[in-house]
């Protein structure tokens, strides 16, 4: 495939970093820096212009923070006017990189997302019967930074546009030569593209009908439990030797057995949600309304967050959990 053209001077524009700015203060607006940058914002428009082209971006001003949910992660949040930096890039990149991609592929890409994964996960699970889950070990901590590096080579043939995103690479690693920052926009969409080899290697080489990714979660179907077991094997090979990546435990099974994916069981034609995701769902929504009643969130903000909660729940069949879940949160 063709690599992209030059690129910057599309980036690099008012225009474009404009619309990046509204979309990084998007849910963001009552936060002091980004009422700092919008106080000046055609100044700092101008000043991530001109860095852009001249090559003097600053970045990897993280803050580091842990989470719990489902399990414990470092979250490196970019600063504000990084975060900007990064939708202007995306903002154009985008279409080059979701080029590349199979179809199947269903994680940071328009039209794609956690629902139509799911949709077709069901598909292949009612046409299949077995299926081979695949996990891999600490995936974003473990990401070759030469190796990601080549691969955008390969996809993009602008110098001044791969010196940033080197810049963006080598500002956080694990260890040496690996690791990307999770909560970075750029960070999701480098490492979705990183498995894109593995994608094409299961489609093309090893002739797997059944398969859906989403991000790090591989999901195959097949008919015969042998030649799923050997794929499995084929990839795990695969991503030591050409990624640099290694797979916990192979989860294969009858579909009988209801495999879990993306937080959902997948139940011969019903969607349920997972063990796990009512856990989460019953402290989440407990927990905001905490916030919301000790003053720390505004209606605006606990209402948002509500609905990508409920938005998660009400996509499985599972109306009488809500509502047990709501009338304890009434007692």
Not at 36 to 59: F, Q, R, S
Not at 159 to 170: D, M
Not at 209 to 223: C, E, I, N, Q, S
Not at 265 to 272: H, Q
Request: glycine share 4%; with cysteine; net charge positive.
């Amino acid at each position: 495939m063709v690599r992209a053209k030059l690129l910057m001077h599309e980036i690099a524009t008012v225009e474009n970093i404009s619309l990046a700015f509204y979309k990084a203060k998007k849910g963001k607006e009552i936060k002091p820096e980004v009422q700092k940058y919008a106080k000046n914002l055609y100044a700092n428009i101008l000043e991530l212009k001109d860095a852009l082209l001249n090559g003097t971006l600053d970045v990897g001003n993280y803050n580091y923070f842990t989470i719990y949910d489902p399990k414990e992660r470092i979250i490196c949040a970019a600063s504000f006017p990084e975060r900007v930096m990064h939708h202007a890039l995306m903002n154009v990149c985008h279409k080059y990189f979701d080029n590349y991609l199979i179809d199947d592929t269903y994680a940071t890409r328009k039209g794609k997302g956690t629902h139509k994964a799911l949709e077709r996960a069901m598909h292949f699970n009612k046409q299949n019967q077995y299926y081979l889950k695949l996990d891999i070990r600490k995936y974003f901590d473990s990401i070759q930074h030469d190796v990601l590096l080549f691969q955008l080579r390969n996809r993009f043939k602008d110098e001044n546009l791969i010196s940033v995103f080197n810049k963006i690479i080598e500002s956080y690693s694990t260890s040496e030569n690996r690791g990307l920052p999770i909560g970075n926009l750029t960070s999701q969409y480098f490492a979705n593209h990183y498995l894109d080899e593995v994608d094409k290697f299961i489609k093309h080489n090893l002739k797997i009908k059944a398969y859906v990714r989403y991000m790090d979660d591989l999901m195959l179907w097949h008919t015969n439990k042998k030649e799923l077991l050997e794929a499995g094997n084929a990839v795990k090979l695969f991503l030591e030797q050409k990624l640099g990546l290694s797979l916990k435990i192979f989860a294969l099974n009858h579909v009988k057995n209801k495999p879990v994916f993306l937080g959902y069981v997948l139940d011969s034609g019903r969607l349920l949600l997972s063990k796990r995701s009512r856990l989460r769902f019953s402290k989440k929504l407990k927990w905001f309304y905490q916030l919301l009643d000790a003053g720390f969130w505004p209606e605006e903000i606990f209402a948002q967050r509500v609905q990508a909660l409920y938005s998660f729940v009400n996509f499985a069949q599972c109306k009488s959990f809500r509502q047990q879940v709501l009338f304890g949160l009434g007692q």
